[in-house]
């Protein structure tokens, strides 16, 4: 991996990285296929019209349902998606998180109990690298716990102190699967990911513990669970200079179009979010002025595109009303063209962000932006 800063604008910066599987330039939003595919029936074609730069899939998913092994003999996840540019799979650590009813943590791994059938599934460093490595993903996260942003301290340090043994083994296995003759990519890059709460002085204890391990990137996970965006804003001010300048930082799961933009706004790279798929499958659309609810009445008769302006697949030959007929009467068509807008919007929306950041004009591109989104809303 080569991860080189182009331009620097306040805390915010634009680099290329590149990889076995193809350069890409950041600040990126990540397309998510949970299990290899993007909720709304996007397809791999699909994204690349789009613009998406990499397409993030999910460990524990992947690997309860068809099965890594399984994927591994397609050649890996590349190969079987049909996906020729970067993918990072999460670890299986947010599922420590969201599936908290099915777990039970200790020093060795997570044991979960499947959310599909209910089997005893375990995991822990050793295995979630071993399932990313099966998959042959360009990226892989290390495997941590992600304790509620409102826990309290003693329960975060113990649990962060468990994720740094946890990355230590990840690195550990990571090189040992790197080195191995079956191994579909031996390139493959491993991430840390900072966990902390909302507590400043764990998450910074925590930053420069991980910083000492030399990772290829840096994640700052745990957040968007149950703080304040306000809150989330702080620690990032008070984490991010404490992760290495020289390395990829990625936010995970955040976020919505102002999140992206105020964390940009504090050195982030990379971002993932579920909201433009979720939100497009209900005919909730992202646009320049605000968020539209196309399932409203007042858009009946409205023969207007989504945006005016906007070049994606949706808008460039539809009208507002005929996807509203679709959402009402329940066809894929229509949430697949919601989804398609909003997955364009975001992409756009982050080649636009590293436009302004070369030019040096990100404060003013940024705080455009939201006013404008904000007005649009009320």
């Known amino acids: 991996m080569k991860y080189e800063i182009k331009a620097v604008d306040n805390r915010a910066k634009s680099a290329t990285m590149e990889t076995v599987h193809g350069t890409v330039e950041t600040p990126l939003f990540m397309n998510v296929g949970t299990v ?37 003999e397609f050649g890996g996840l590349h190969e079987f998606m049909h996906w020729d540019r970067p993918i990072l799979t999460d670890s299986g650590g947010f599922q420590v998180f969201s599936l908290a009813k ?15 059938d209910g089997r005893k599934i375990f995991m822990g ?24 942003a409102l826990a309290e301290r003693k329960y975060i340090e113990e649990s962060v102190a468990r994720t740094t043994r946890w990355l230590q ?55 968007a669970v149950g703080e ?31 999140n992206i933009l105020e964390a940009v706004d504090r050195g982030v790279d990379f971002f993932d979010c579920v909201y433009p798929s979720r939100n497009g499958r209900h005919g909730h659309v992202y646009t320049n002025c605000g968020k539209l609810n196309l399932f409203n009445k007042k858009y009946e ?21 005929y996807i509203r007929h679709l959402l009402k009467a329940n066809e894929m068509l229509g949430m697949r063209l919601c989804v398609l807008h909003n997955l364009y919007f975001y992409n756009t929306m982050m080649s636009e962000i590293r436009t302004a950041i070369r030019e040096n004009r990100y404060t003013e591109y940024k705080n455009n932006k939201i006013r404008t989104m904000l007005e649009g809303s009320k």
């Open 102 to 116: 099915l777990r039970k943590i200790k020093e060795e791994g997570v044991a979960f109990n499947s959310h599909i």
């Open 36 to 72: 290899a595919a993007i909720k709304g029936a996007v397809s791999t074609d699909d994204l690349k019209e789009i613009g998406c730069q990499v397409e993030l899939s999910n460990t524990y998913h992947l690997h309860v349902r068809t099965g890594d092994k399984l994927i591994k």
């Open 301 to 321: 008769l409205d023969k207007r595109p989504i945006e005016e302006g906007c070049n994606c697949p949706a808008c460039r030959s539809y009208s507002r009303g």
């Open 169 to 223: 083994r990840c690195k550990v296995e990571m090189d040992r699967l790197n080195s191995l003759e079956d191994t579909i990519n031996k390139e493959q890059l491993l991430f840390g990911i900072n966990q902390g709460g909302i507590i400043d002085d764990i998450r910074i204890s925590h930053a420069k513990a991980i910083s000492e391990m030399n990772l290829d990137g840096y994640a700052i996970g745990g957040l």
């Open 228 to 258: 304040s965006h306000e809150e989330m804003y702080h620690i990032l001010d008070v984490t991010v200079e404490h992760l290495p300048k020289d390395k990829p930082t990625y936010l995970m799961g955040v976020g919505t179009p102002i």
């Open 125 to 148: 460093p050793e295995e979630s690298m071993q399932i990313q490595s099966n998959l042959g993903s360009t990226i892989a996260m290390a495997f941590d716990e992600c304790p509620p």
